[in-house]
């Protein structure tokens, strides 16, 4: 996402067009998950305008329809991929496939997961969601996996939550992740060249910041092998998503001293009457 209801006058310039958001997030963060896309299809055009306000290396993780993964479990997609994937067309190289399938999904169902997953076009990069808690549990069920996405040239893409359930929530919206999120184990193999990461801290900056020191070693380490990583910061209520992106890159490039900074945001201006 590029707009939060707590981030203009902050992030980003108050009363600034929805249209207009996209620029300035990528100010701050020079990657975006695509969420959205998970419950419509965006029109061609309105991806054009993303392309537009973003730069060349700007990295868009563009969630496939749930009408494909959770509705009809990639049976009889064929249309709706092609729709989606001729409205991503103007992002190019800049797009990765993000497929997020349901906790029901498991290991039994990852043949009909590479038979999609090699049908999609060979450019296109892909990355991969599971919550089952069979492949984080079971090696056999793991390796299956992880063979059926190397065979795709597709990432693992882990969900580290391990942090926000270590202790019971204390806020309204700690509670309403705590219902929602995937309690799983840490993974932290990446399988690409190009591995992405989503993570979720809790309310309290300092723990969050305490939590993700495992993966700024990761990242680094990443980084030294010539991988080029997509990491993803949430807390709760992600109000401070933006800010915490760019410390923890901060952290990584502590690490990691060639890695390159992050654009300057423009600064934000107050709003004013007149």
């Keep these: 996402m590029w707009t939060h209801k707590a981030w203009p006058g902050r992030f980003l ?7 207009e958001r996209l ?5 701050w963060c020079n990657a975006v998950e695509g969420n959205t896309t998970f419950y419509a299809t965006p029109a061609r055009s309105t991806v054009e305008t993303w392309a537009e306000q973003t730069g060349p290396d700007f990295r868009f993780v563009v969630k496939v329809p749930k009408t494909v993964t959770h509705e009809r479990r990639f049976a009889g997609v ?3 991929m092609r729709a989606f994937l001729d409205a991503l067309e103007p992002l190019g190289e800049r797009a990765v496939l993000w497929t997020q399938v349901p906790g029901s999904f498991g290991p039994s169902d990852v043949d009909v997961l590479g038979r999609f997953l090699r049908r999609l076009p060979a450019a296109l990069r892909r990355a991969v969601e599971v919550r089952h808690p069979g492949f984080f549990t079971d090696a056999g069920a793991a390796s299956l996996l992880e063979g059926t ?3 795709a040239a597709a990432e693992w893409v882990p969900f580290d939550t391990t942090v926000f ?17 995937p309690r799983l184990p840490r993974r932290t193999r990446a399988l690409t060249d190009r591995p992405v990461v989503r993570y979720l801290g809790r309310d309290s900056v300092a723990e969050t910041v305490e939590g993700w020191q495992p ?6 380490g990443w980084l030294r092998e010539g ?6 910061l949430h807390t709760p209520d992600n109000d401070e998503a933006p800010a915490l992106a760019r410390r923890f890159h ?9 890695l390159d900074a992050l654009p300057e945001p423009a600064p934000v201006e107050p709003a004013t009457l007149f």
Excluded: N
């Excluded at 620029?23 to 100010?27: S, T, V």
């Excluded at 993966?215 to 680094?220: G, H, I, S």
């Excluded at 991988?227 to 993803?232: A, L, Y």
């Excluded at 901060?250 to 060639?258: M, S, W």
């Design 13 to 19: 310039p108050p009363s600034l067009p929805a249209k």
């Design 23 to 27: 620029r300035a997030y990528a100010g």
């Design 78 to 80: 064929e249309t709706e």
């Design 149 to 151: 996405l190397a065979t």
């Design 165 to 181: 359930f270590q202790r019971p929530p204390t806020s309204e919206a700690e509670q309403d992740a705590w219902a929602k999120k």
């Design 215 to 220: 993966w700024a070693e990761v990242v680094a």
């Design 227 to 232: 991988r080029s990583p997509t990491v993803f």
């Design 250 to 258: 901060d952290d990584v490039r502590a690490l990691a001293p060639d």
